[in-house]
């Protein structure tokens, strides 16, 4: 029996290549191994998203970036986190037992307090307690996560262990997948890749559209004229080579160190590279949306089959709780 593995997401409409470098790569590869649960926490935008008046088309975006880069909806299940209302009546019951104190200690909550000090609210000091409702609300065994949230996830397990020695064992604790996320940065060469930088490039963009983005990017600042020898090392551009142009990475980094190629030449090359290792994208996506309703069919497949899971879940914690 493969195990579960549960994944959420921000729903952050059309993806861009750190999006699919960094995390649908991982997804897709994941769904030979274990069952996965594709989770969209719309709900969980709601603590930093003043404004949803985007909220539904982005969801509709970035799932159907998902299918088209390889989430296969036989395999995996995809789900609205909000579409699966179990989720919210499990984090009330989990905020019963779990002490103010530990949700208080929590580094991104303090970030977050300094990031937004005009919408400090209640969700988002509770935060972590809804992020544990998401996987145990499945079950889930397993959880990819980046060095950098193996602290939440602890905290999901303190919560689990308490609940489960509070009022009987119901939840399994979900072990980490410690998975190296390659950090992907943005064409501005400071920050990482991010719509809200506007250093991106979307995987959906056409050829002309990514060379257009490709030949904005910032290179080696200290090669000024074409002569100039060049320092790969420090140029995102080249960063981009090694996961698209990974067989000639040697051949440009010496090419570019001996100022034999250009960083005009240089930038082209990756443009084309990208387009063509997108193509299959493209073509997924092409076909997927002349089907108007199957991003909606999916989803609301894959509501179907997490609800039957949720609702088993939340008959065992009543029972358990003597809430029934
Ligand atoms: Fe960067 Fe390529 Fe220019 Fe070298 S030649 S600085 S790797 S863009």
Known sequence: MKKRV???????????????????????????????????????????????????????????????????????????????????????????????????????FKEKVKMQPHNVNYGLVGYPVLMTADIALYKGEVVPVGEDQLPHLELAREILRRFNSLFGFVFPEPQAKLTQFPLIMGLDGVSKMSKSYNNHIEIASSPQQILERVMTAVTDPARRYRSDPGHPEICNIFSLHKFFTSNRVDEIASDCRSAKIGCVECKKLLAANIASNLEPFREKKAALTAKPNYVTEVLADGATRAEVIAKETMREVKENMRLL
């Open 6 to 108: 549960f994944s959420g997401f921000r729903p952050t409409g059309k993806q861009h290549i750190g999006n699919y470098l960094g995390t649908i790569q991982n997804c897709v590869s994941l769904q030979q191994e274990y069952n996965c649960i594709y989770c969209v926490v719309d709900i969980h935008a709601l603590t930093t998203l003043e404004n949803t008046d985007t909220l539904q088309e982005d969801i509709h975006e970035m799932v159907l970036d998902w299918l088209a880069a390889g989430i296969d909806p036989e395999k995996s299940i995809l789900v609205v986190q909000s579409h699966i209302p179990q989720v919210t009546e499990l984090h009330t019951l989990f905020s019963m037992v779990t002490p103010l104190s530990w949700l208080l200690r929590v580094p991104t």
